[in-house]
């Protein structure tokens, strides 16, 4: 990259400027050192605005039809005139390295709508969240109404996006047992909102979210979900991307999660303890039990976290808790 | 024995304008042509009159524009159409095509009744390799269907569905693949017919008589023969099992030809003749699997479009195999064949079991992206081996040295160049067009369309209406669009599987490129990741799919949309994605338009560091003027090897750090 790239220009950041957007995650995914170092001081210098993207995550298995969703919720957030960014994670080959990122031309973005959206590849982190997708969406928070982050796959991308979205929508076909499977055997996470996407047939979708229903009734019985979770009754959606059934529906649903974690003033406790979580995770990628000990373990690392500098990125003190094991200090 | 009647002689053009296209097939006609095969240009074949934004760069250059009735009489001026065989390359529009085909008919004074014909009509072959599709999968169907149900009714001589396995092996097919998807598509389309309930048993046996294949035929052409046997033994056990058509006559596997030119090479283009000649054998040697009408491909096709004697060249094949050779005066010489006998038994088998698997996913709609990736995988196959010179390709792969060609020498001169002013005249006839029809006639017209759509009648009698009224190809199109939606078909090379074992020097030289890629990410910092751009309306996606899928198992991130993208929405991508490298693929001639204007777009957007590379059958001037424009590189068919190509790319997008 050229000197150019460097020079970017805050205000234009946190204003929708997307030339500045690419740019500034360009630079967040650069490895070379000196732009590392810059990247940081960009990131910290955002920390200290105010982050008010609503950042909603939609997982769910291949084929549910994730991106003609997203490609609906796009197109009603231009109507209503709120500027969306949407981060796309699509998995890296094992063989090769190299990765086909194919959810853009899905999307079928207007060029008229303020959006911008950018893809990645998992690289190392099998169908979750690389390093740099996760400051990407931090970034992105500073300068947007909404983001939308996509994510391919059940299991590990779900622990992933809970570590990362203010709201997360799990999106499944009429009777996937599996997924069902998954949310009984309390594997998954129970996600804020459940869509049932392809629900064109009245009757099948009716029946079908009466049975997610009776799976999130059988799961809350045993783990009460309401009370850690206060009045927010998640709901299951039957959607429909191809004939636009009831896409309002589930953007109304999204605002109103992100309203109740706003009115219960937990939007900023959740975002913390997320910020927490996902480095730990971030340590035990990068240097194992071992150095999560050095650190003290998980108890460690959230006293080491508090003491950091308020003015930091979790970025930024997440690369310094990994230079501390690095380097023994 | 009776000597075998010629199949019908076709050679498939239009270029430029309605006048244009039709002194060239009363040229044709008068050198012995029998049938006309009419190319349309990809605005009409994607819904879009002459003067729409999408439509820059793209009027007259790969066919004949057609906006409205008026360009349809001039098409057919003084080609009296009782008397004509004209197969129509037409397919998301098909039924507006053919309703101004009747219309044209009924301002010469003949009726529908009298015409003879095909519309091609198979939408599924477009979702998986041709590109011109409009509407979703159900309404597409639905408008195939109700051109079947109005011409079984009045227009009995007419085929009005040609299901292609031809673009299939353009796209890679293998022979068992061809004749397994055709099928599926034939068993989609006659489900469809049935269900809806339109036809009485008899007109519906008679539906299925008329149902009509358009194959590809390679140069293997042994092989090719008994593809053709095995796929009719097919079609007759699907007519009969599963829709107990008892008269054999409405058995009959009927088809029509053109020969591959996925096989035709740029290097040594002289070579393509005995090519074509061979692979013409492959549908007439075999009388029980003879072709009922053919077109050749020019030799030169891959270095441009071809001039009226390079047409002639080929249409000169078709009559010394029909009237010079004993071609047509045996029985089938291959009856007895223990060998061909095998050969088809086990192409029979493999394709039945396959439309077994694919009727198991619920239908060919519903298996779109399975068949799709089988496809992108059978060519990412093909590719591999011509590259590693296992599948020999003379003159390119093997028998390299040449001497200088008298017939080519490396400049454009040996191709037909499109009038530029074709477009402004185009558009000029339109919008005089429209400021003399009767604006009341056009509503009416419209609005009787739009109640044909919803109330799901059949919609020809009101697309025949709109013809007669002066409706156009893009307000008939728009009127369905509102209606039906649009659709995007799966690209298949996200289930195209990585090259696990590439073995010999291919698979060393891969390794050494993934290597480099990984070292290339020091020097940009990160990953290299490129956009893999397909501008314009131009739908042949196997290149661009292909450079996609070699860059992926190069180890570089790549970024692909599918197909007709605007300059604009190109620019945004490579913005956003933050690309290192855009590569473009146009194979429509329409590059010296679309590419400046990405150049362009690129620039505005800070972006002049983004080198841009661009494939496709691009004359070598055009190269130049690309190059001179700021294209980094320009790739032909003659740049086959992949290898070279991507690890191009890697210096280019180094260089530009």
Known sequence: ?329 | MTKDRPWVMRTYSGHSTAQASNELYRLNLSKGQTGLSVAFDLPTQTGYDSDHALARGEVGKVGVPICHVADMDTLFADIPLDQMNTSMTINGPAAWLLALYIAAAERQGVGPEALQGTTQNDIVKEYLSRGTYIFPPEPSLRLISDVITYTVKNVPKWNPVNVCSYHLQEAGATPVQEVAYALCTAIAILDTVRDSGRLEAAEFTAAVGRMSFFVNSGVRFIEEICKLRAFGQLWDNVTRERYGVENPKFRRFRYGVQVNSLGLTEAQPENNIPRIVLEALGVTLSKDARCRAMQLPAWNEALGLPRPWDQQWSLRIQQILAFETDVLEYGDIFEGSKVVEGKTNDIRQAGWAEVERVTEMGGVISALGYVKEQLVASHTARVRNINAGDHVVVGVNKFTETAESPLYTGNSSAILKVDEEAERDQVARLEAFRTERTQADVEAALLSLRDAVKNAENIMPASIQCAHAGVTTGEWTQTLRDIFGEFRAPTGIAGAAAVPNVSGKVGDELEALRMRVRKTADILGRPLKVLIGKPGLDGHSNGAEQIAVWCRDAGMEVVYEGIRLSPEQIVTSARDEGVHLVGLSILSGSHLRLVPEILTGLRQEGLDNVPVVVGGIIPEDDAENLRQAGVARVYTPKDFKMLRILSDMVDIAEEAA
């Open chain 1, 1 to 329: 990259m050229k000197e150019k790239a460097l020079q970017i220009d805050v205000s234009a950041l946190v204003n929708f400027n997307r030339q500045a957007i690419a740019l500034a995650l360009n630079l967040l995914e650069d490895r070379r050192p000196r732009l590392q170092a810059q990247a940081l001081t960009l990131l910290d210098e955002l920390s200290t605005l105010p982050a008010p993207a609503h950042v909603v995550g939609i997982t769910g298995p291949p084929g549910v039809g994730k991106s003609s969703l997203i490609a609906r919720l796009i197109a009603r957030q231009a109507q209503i005139s709120r500027r969306v960014a949407v981060v796309a994670v699509d998995p890296s080959s094992k063989v090769s390295g190299g990765a086909l990122l194919g959810d853009r031309g899905r999307m079928q973005i207007s060029l008229q709508a303020e959006v911008y959206a950018r893809s990645f590849a998992a690289r190392d982190r099998l169908g979750g969240l690389s390093r740099e997708a996760f400051s990407a969406v931090f970034l992105l928070r500073h300068c947007c109404d909404v983001v939308l982050v996509e994510t391919v796959g059940v299991g590990q991308s779900e622990t992933d996006i809970a570590s990362l979205a203010d709201t997360t929508v799990l999106v499944v076909q009429p009777f996937s047992g599996d997924v069902l499977q998954f949310l009984k055997a309390g594997v998954m996470e129970i996600p804020d909102i459940l869509a049932v996407n392809k629900a064109d047939d009245q009757a099948l979708a009716q029946q079908a979210v009466s049975d997610v229903q009776t799976a999130l009734a059988l799961e809350r019985g045993s783990f009460d979900q309401g009370s850690l979770e206060g009045s927010w009754q998640n709901p299951v959606l039957a959607v429909s991307a191809a004939t636009n059934l009831n896409i309002d529906t589930l953007d109304d649903a999204m605002t109103a999660h992100y309203q109740h974690l706003q009115s219960t003033h937990k939007l900023e406790n959740k975002r913390a303890d997320q910020a927490m979580a996902w480095a730990v995770g971030e340590i035990l990628h990068e240097v194992g039990q071992r150095g999560l000990a050095i650190l003290g373990g998980v108890e460690g690392v959230r006293s080491l976290w508090g003491e950091q500098t308020q003015q930091w990125s979790a970025i930024r003190k997440l690369a310094t808790l990994l230079d501390r094991v690095r380097y023994r200090a």
